[in-house]
């Protein structure tokens, strides 16, 4: 498809367990952003790359939240030893370049529930 | 599949009637501001931009209305149709990463 896709679209997870979550861009996108969207509330920035390079993970909760996207496409954010509190929706968005004014595309997101 | 904001403000509306969504920015440096709409499941979908130095701007049924004054973005969906219903969010831009306001729940009347 032409737009952004992740997967899996639901995770359910033990506390202490570890989860990966991808983000496929659209392709030929050079900026790569990953939000969380706590329930009832708007997606709140983590972390953003362009290509390769990690220039922002500023918004990321804690050392135990991970992010790399090695050869410029394809993204993984990786939380460690999960808890409770990391239950939320994780968007991936992708735009064109990195200009203030250039739109971000979003996915269906990863619903993560940590039991 | 989930419920996407259980507690946010509602504007309900006839279907047919215009539809007024407002919101508020923190940012006076912002210089790009966009409409989501959000269904429940799903992420969110680009409805319509706005830059600083434009007040409005018109897209397909839908108008946003920029007022740098006092820090206030709405959007108009005109002839409110069953499937815009949905949350609505806001979003500013300083640099690359988007602000987004709390969200609005529409949901149309038949």
């Known amino acids: 498809g032409a737009g952004v896709s992740q997967s899996p679209r639901y995770k359910v997870a033990k506390r202490g367990q570890d989860v990966a979550l991808r983000c496929d861009p659209i392709?030929?996108?050079?900026?790569l952003f990953w939000y969380q969207q706590a329930l009832g509330q708007g997606p709140e920035f983590l972390t953003y790359?362009?290509?390769?390079?990690?220039?922002?993970k500023s918004g990321l909760p804690s050392d135990r939240f991970f992010a790399e996207r090695p050869e410029g496409s394809v993204s993984t954010l990786k939380i460690q030893r999960t808890q409770q509190e990391d239950s939320a929706v994780y968007l991936c968005?992708?735009?064109?370049?990195?200009?203030?004014?250039?739109?971000?595309?979003f996915g269906p997101g990863t619903r993560l529930t940590v039991l | 599949g989930e419920s996407v904001g259980l507690h946010l403000p509602t504007l309900s509306v006839q279907e047919g009637d215009n539809s007024i969504i407002n919101c508020a920015y923190s940012?006076?440096?912002?210089?790009?501001f966009i409409w989501y709409k959000q269904e429940s499941g799903k992420g969110p979908q680009f409805i319509i931009d706005?830059?600083?130095?434009?007040d409005k701007r018109q897209g397909q049924r839908v108008t946003v209305l920029l007022n740098k004054t006092v820090k206030h973005l709405s959007l108009q969906i005109a002839a409110t149709q069953p499937g815009d219903s949905a949350v609505y969010f806001c979003?500013?831009?300083?640099?690359?990463?988007?602000?987004f306001g709390t969200g609005t729940r529409l949901k149309v009347l038949a």
């Open positions: 968005a992708s735009s064109l370049v990195s200009a203030s004014t250039d739109t971000q595309y």
């Open positions: 392709s030929g996108h050079v900026s």
């Open positions: 790359f362009q290509n390769e390079a990690q220039l922002d």
């Open positions: 940012n006076s440096a912002s210089d790009y």
């Open positions: 706005i830059r600083s130095n434009m």
């Open positions: 979003a500013e831009n300083t640099t690359y990463k988007y602000i």
